[in-house]
């Protein structure tokens, strides 16, 4: 089991910026498919981004359409960190983020991977809080 802290949340004006952390656990970091999920209150949990694993030569990415173009997921094995660098928010954006992980590449996961099935462990989230 790895154990994940989200870090980074806060309140911040409509347009503005925020990077949010997740530090794992774990010394096998370089081989979880990481992901970010957000949930609205009264609202299901959602896909946000998903990075696939470090040593994949094509370190692939995706996204939700309702933030591509503005979110931006990245990693870095060296500090067992996931970021979600997110840009132009929007009011609509206001929900506690989650990060997520998973070992290895699951079956189908190019179908798969906004699931929250999908995810074997999860953080405990950070607010994220944007006013218009």
């Known amino acids: 089991q790895v154990r994940l802290v989200e870090s980074g949340g806060g309140l911040v004006q409509a347009g503005g910026s925020l990077r949010l952390s997740c530090a794992a656990s774990g010394r096998t970091f370089s081989r979880y498919v990481m992901a970010w999920f957000r949930q609205a209150p009264g609202k299901e949990r959602e896909f946000v981004a998903t990075?696939?694993?470090?040593?994949?030569?094509?370190?692939?990415?995706y996204y939700a359409d309702s933030v591509k173009g503005r979110f931006t997921v990245s990693r870095d094995s060296a500090k067992n960190t996931v970021y979600l660098q997110m840009a132009s928010l929007k009011p609509e954006d206001t929900a506690v983020y989650y990060c997520a992980c998973t070992a290895g590449v699951p079956p189908s996961f190019t179908n798969t991977y906004s699931y929250k099935e999908t995810y074997d462990d999860w953080g405990q989230g950070t607010q994220v809080t944007v006013s218009s």
């Open positions: 990075i696939s694993l470090s040593g994949w030569s094509d370190r692939r990415t």
